[in-house]
């Protein structure tokens, strides 16, 4: 449970990162984080990072697909980890 705790604590970290790297990369003209690799990191557990992440840089925040798709993400990670959690947590066997 430890490791899972560490995992989400990690790609949501990293999640939140990339969304600021992107911005950034945007602000310089630079070559984008793709939107693909976006939504990747939130499908895997990252959502929270990722929209944190829309927060705080104001990025992305005119994209209807972010809009409505990170928090889609986030419930569905919200959920996942309940999933987990209930079926092979602490206590369970």
Same mark, same amino acid.
């Given at each position: 449970?430890?490791? =899972?705790? #560490?995992?989400? /604590? &990690?790609?949501? /970290?990293?999640?939140?990162?990339?969304?600021?790297?992107? %911005?950034?990369? +945007? %602000?310089? !003209? %630079?070559?984008? &984080?793709?939107?693909?690799?976006?939504? *990747?990191?939130?499908?895997? !557990? !990252?959502?929270? $990072?990722?929209?944190? *992440?829309?927060?705080?840089?104001?990025?992305?925040? %005119?994209?209807?697909?972010?809009?409505?798709?990170?928090?889609?993400?986030? #419930?569905?990670?919200? +959920?996942? /980890?309940?999933?987990? &959690?209930?079926? =092979? *947590?602490? $206590?369970?066997?």
């Amino acid at each position: 449970m430890k490791l =899972f705790i #560490l995992y989400l /604590i &990690v790609i949501n /970290i990293f999640s939140f990162w990339t969304m600021g790297d992107d %911005k950034s990369r +945007a %602000k310089q !003209g %630079k070559r984008r &984080v793709p939107e693909k690799k976006l939504f *990747g990191l939130s499908a895997i !557990g !990252g959502a929270l $990072g990722t929209w944190l *992440g829309m927060r705080v840089w104001r990025h992305k925040t %005119k994209h209807t697909s972010f809009i409505l798709g990170v928090p889609a993400l986030l #419930l569905m990670n919200i +959920a996942a /980890i309940y999933f987990l &959690v209930q079926y =092979f *947590g602490p $206590g369970q066997h």
